[in-house]
């Protein structure tokens, strides 16, 4: 008999189904019952599929999560952009500095212009057309506290949207005396 409760109630332990007075006769079917009712609100951990709640918590990450990866991507574009836009215009400004170093001509003044598509020292014309679209340059030419020492500034300038944005750059030259 106790083999038989056994298989209608594999559940419990083989410890129970003995026939010691502990355990009565009458209360195997009990004990039975009650392990089964056990059992049948255990989960096993390889149940295959997701439930309802684990959906609608995965749902609810992504709605959170992808605005805020798609904001930031939209965040890195622009610095993108505008790092772009900072590193052509240092490159700029560095090649009008050395224009204005090679050519030796340290007169005191201001003068402004665009970028032409011109190699260095060649004579501009007419037909010149920009290079360097939306960059402007303003170069000045200052004295300093010593005489034969001169400042240098070149200022490049171009629109980002309705803002006008600049960088500067300055050096120090040696004037020598035909400039004077």
């Given at each position: 008999?106790?083999?038989?409760?056994?298989?209608?109630?594999?559940?419990?332990?083989?410890?129970?189904?003995?026939?010691?007075?502990?355990?009565?006769?009458?209360?195997?079917?009990?004990?039975?019952?009650?392990?089964?009712?056990?059992?049948?609100?255990r989960?096993?951990?390889?149940?295959?599929?997701f439930?309802?709640?684990?959906?609608l918590?995965?749902?609810?990450?992504?709605?959170?999560?992808?605005?805020?990866?798609?904001?930031?991507?939209n965040?890195?574009?622009?610095?993108?952009?505008?790092?772009?836009?900072?590193?052509?215009?240092?490159?700029?400004?560095?090649?009008?500095?050395?224009?204005?170093?090679?050519?030796?001509?340290?007169?005191?003044?201001?003068?402004?212009?665009?970028?032409?598509?011109?190699?260095?020292?060649?004579?501009?014309?007419?037909?010149?057309?920009?290079?360097?679209?939306?960059?402007?340059?303003?170069?000045?030419?200052?004295?300093?506290?010593?005489?034969?020492?001169r400042?240098?500034r070149?200022?490049?300038?171009?629109?980002?949207?309705?803002?006008?944005?600049?960088?500067?750059?300055?050096?120090?030259?040696?004037?020598?005396?035909?400039?004077?």
């Amino acid at each position: 008999m106790p083999q038989d409760v056994q298989k209608d109630c594999p559940a419990r332990p083989l410890h129970l189904f003995s026939n010691d007075a502990r355990t009565p006769p009458e209360d195997f079917a009990t004990s039975c019952w009650i392990a089964m009712a056990r059992d049948r609100h255990r989960t096993e951990p390889d149940d295959d599929g997701f439930t309802l709640l684990e959906v609608l918590l995965a749902i609810a990450l992504l709605a959170i999560a992808l605005p805020i990866l798609l904001g930031l991507r939209n965040f890195d574009l622009g610095l993108q952009e505008r790092a772009s836009e900072l590193t052509a215009a240092t490159l700029l400004a560095q090649e009008k500095l050395l224009e204005t170093e090679l050519s030796g001509q340290y007169a005191i003044g201001e003068t402004a212009g665009e970028f032409l598509n011109l190699p260095l020292g060649a004579q501009t014309t007419i037909q010149a057309v920009p290079r360097a679209v939306g960059y402007r340059w303003k170069r000045t030419i200052a004295p300093t506290p010593l005489e034969l020492i001169r400042e240098i500034r070149i200022k490049i300038s171009w629109l980002r949207g309705e803002v006008e944005e600049s960088i500067e750059v300055s050096t120090y030259v040696f004037a020598g005396r035909s400039t004077f």
